[in-house]
């Protein structure tokens, strides 16, 4: 049954209730995915396509980065396709507000019955018909998990370590405050289940080009502080993309840079946008108790208490100002 726009509906057994038709089913995660987004896509995908469902995944291929090694990927509909295709149901993973959503598909989100399924603290809007927001959750894989569970879908070694890149890079290999009991009891499911974590480990941060250590060594030589070594940043500009041949999806892990740095409370990556001088974007990482989403959010960003983002619509210097600026508004600096 078509679930309507304003039934707005919460919770696991909601969304398990509105997985009745045989589809097809839009998955999506926010664009520019990371690899929760990526992972639970395309774990979903697999899911509901194993259990006689129809579904598909749509995402800006260009910017898989790291975790496009994942099967299924190939498979992948591009979001301008994606748009123009009827669907029973919307299935949008990670993702705070329509405004994340791949560009083509916002002008079609008001009238998609949409359900979501997000583990971010800042999704205020419910956009969905449907929405199951956990803050509590190590990632939005592990709330794939838990649906897989209760509709008894069985996982196969592909779809374990799809679920696995969720997991190692939003628990950033079980080292982040998010690595709960709950979250390591996921991670040895899908070990009985067949993911190789040694793999798939090894792909994600072990198997990079000589054009993605050229950037890094940008992103290190790029590196300064504020505020008496409290806080470190790093700063990469489309020119280092661009003459690196890499984009944004090679740099995930580069905030680990400015957050190494033992003195440092906040650790911040600016990046220019790829498509405007206009832009700039924004990692935020934190060490308790400050909270990431503060800063976030007077930027109209959003995440969690200790990794956060946004993007701020002025050109990199002016960024730099403003959020120096911030930093000693909000977090006391």
């Known amino acids: 049954m078509p679930i309507h726009p304003t039934a707005r509906r919460g919770g696991l057994n909601a969304v398990a209730e509105a997985i009745g038709s045989p ?138 370590e799809a679920l696995w890149v969720s997991l190692v890079t939003d628990t950033g290999r079980f080292a982040h405050e998010n690595t709960t009991p709950a979250a390591l009891r996921f991670g040895a499911d899908l070990l009985r289940h067949g993911a190789r974590a040694a793999f798939v480990n090894d792909q994600l941060y072990n198997n990079l080009g000589a054009n993605v250590l050229a950037l890094k060594q940008c992103a290190f030589n790029s590196l300064e502080t504020w505020f008496d070594d409290t806080v470190a940043l790093i700063t990469l500009t489309r020119d280092d993309f661009r003459e690196t041949g890499t984009t944004k999806s090679d740099a995930e892990d580069f905030i680990d840079i400015p957050r190494s740095l033992d003195t440092a409370c906040v650790a911040l990556f600016f990046y220019q946008d790829e498509n405007s001088e206009n832009a700039t974007r924004l990692s935020i990482r934190t060490r308790a108790p400050l909270d990431a989403t503060l800063l976030a959010t007077r930027f109209n960003g959003g995440g969690h208490p200790r990794a956060a983002g946004c993007t701020l619509e002025m050109p990199l210097p002016d960024a730099k100002r403003a959020v120096q600026k911030a930093l000693a508004d909000c977090l006391d600096f």
């Not at 995660?29 to 896509?41: C, I, Y």
């Not at 959750?137 to 592909?158: F, H, I, N």
Request: charged letters at 20%.
């Open 23 to 160: 589809g097809p089913y839009l998955v999506t995660g926010h664009l520019r995915p990371d690899g929760d987004a990526l992972g639970s896509a395309v774990a979903i995908t697999r899911l509901l396509n194993n259990s006689g469902h129809r579904a598909f995944f749509t995402a800006e291929k260009t910017q898989f980065g790291r975790p496009g090694f994942l099967q299924g990927c190939e498979k992948i509909v591009p979001p301008a396709e994606a748009a123009k295709k009827h669907c029973a149901a919307w299935i949008v993973l990670d993702c705070g507000g329509v405004d994340r959503l791949p560009e083509p598909l916002r002008p079609h989100a008001a009238t998609a019955n949409i359900i979501n399924l997000d583990h971010h603290a800042t999704n205020n809007g419910r956009f969905g018909s449907v929405n199951w927001v956990d803050p509590k959750a190590s990632c939005t894989g592990e709330m794939v998990w838990r649906l897989a569970r209760k509709m008894k879908w069985p996982l196969d070694p592909q779809t374990a």
